[in-house]
């Protein structure tokens, strides 16, 4: 039985996925399903670059909006979950879908044959690792991390408390890396997954791709990020759900608690995620599937949709 097309667009943030997306759903006939961790989040709009209803052209964006904000936990597993289910309505509807995003999890979790279910939670080691981390202060695990399973440190901020606990969390219960648990990305047992995955990565030289950052925030605070991220931190949720972990929602926070002005809140906003798109270039570049598109060689970005939909219409290797 030949498998599905599932045609991807990553890359890191600010690089034009949206915009190259819609151009490609508009041509082939597809709808859109959103592979970013905040954008699934309800009333986490500016923060997120979440595309508003015009700039969507009349194309459906699954998994955004998806999901409330104060939702304790939504796993990769879970998100796999929805987008699959996503992802076969669009083909059963005739349609085709795209994903888009750079969150690279998520993407694996499409395009490997991972299994997310293997290790189960140890909550008394999980509280003996965040006693750690509040005694000793914070980046105190992921120095930890870094010593003893690097590769998974690389891609995790040092910030994000929870997935680092969990990182820490498999290594102890099982002495592998979290990524051993998550699949194999080598794919060495020769495991299938249901689709065809056409993969395409928007990059650009570094310069650019820091100034369309440092820009994008300034469009961001422009257009309310201020008063988006304060009214979410007047709800009072708890500072540790995941939602809250978005850049520029997490580093406004600490603005309205006193700990930053507001120029130190935002160029905090901007340095953090000049890293993020860092880190999520060294992500994405170890799959050898993806074909690169340098955004700056394009005279518009309808010129890249162009390429971008040349490509996806080829033909397609069955890996």
Not at 34 to 42: F, G, L, R
Not at 104 to 118: C, K
Not at 299 to 314: D, M, N, P
Request: charged share 30%; glycine share 8%; net charge negative.
């Amino acid at each position: 039985m030949e498998k599905l097309k599932l045609i991807l667009i990553v890359g890191p943030t600010a690089s034009g996925k949206t915009a190259a997306s819609i151009y490609a759903a508009i041509k082939l006939n597809g709808e859109i399903v959103s592979a970013d961790s905040i954008q699934v989040y309800k009333g986490m709009d500016i923060g997120s670059a979440k595309p508003t209803m015009q700039e969507r052209q009349g194309i459906p964006h699954h998994l955004m909006d998806a999901i409330d904000i104060n939702s304790p936990k939504f796993s990769v597993a879970e998100f796999r979950k929805m987008a699959g289910e996503a992802i076969e309505d669009i083909a059963g509807r005739g349609k085709q879908p795209i994903v888009v995003g750079g969150t690279g999890l998520y993407i694996n979790s499409l395009v490997f044959p991972l299994n997310f279910t293997e290790v189960q939670s140890d909550e008394k080691l999980r509280s003996e690792l965040s006693e750690i981390e509040e005694r000793q202060g914070r980046g105190t695990l992921h120095a930890m991390l870094q010593e003893e399973d690097p590769e998974s440190a690389a891609r995790l901020h040092p910030n994000d408390t929870k997935r680092i606990i969990r990182a820490l969390e498999v290594l102890r219960l099982t002495g592998k890396p979290i990524d051993a648990h998550g699949g194999d990305f080598s794919n060495k047992a020769g495991a299938e997954i249901p689709y065809n995955p056409v993969m395409i990565g928007l990059t650009m030289p570094r310069a650019m791709l820091y100034d369309r950052i440092n820009r994008r925030v300034d469009i961001m605070l422009e257009q309310g990020l201020v008063e988006e991220a304060r009214a979410i931190y007047d709800r009072n949720y708890d500072r540790s759900l995941p939602a809250l972990q978005g850049l520029g929602y997490k580093q406004l926070f600490r603005v309205f608690d006193g700990e930053y002005t507001l120029s130190e809140g935002i160029e905090a906003i901007k340095h953090e995620t000049r890293r993020f798109a860092k880190r999520q270039l060294t992500w994405f570049r170890r799959d050898r599937r993806i074909t690169w598109l340098d955004v700056s060689t394009f005279e518009s970005a309808g010129a890249l949709g162009e390429e971008v939909c040349r490509i996806c219409t080829g033909d397609v290797i069955d890996e």
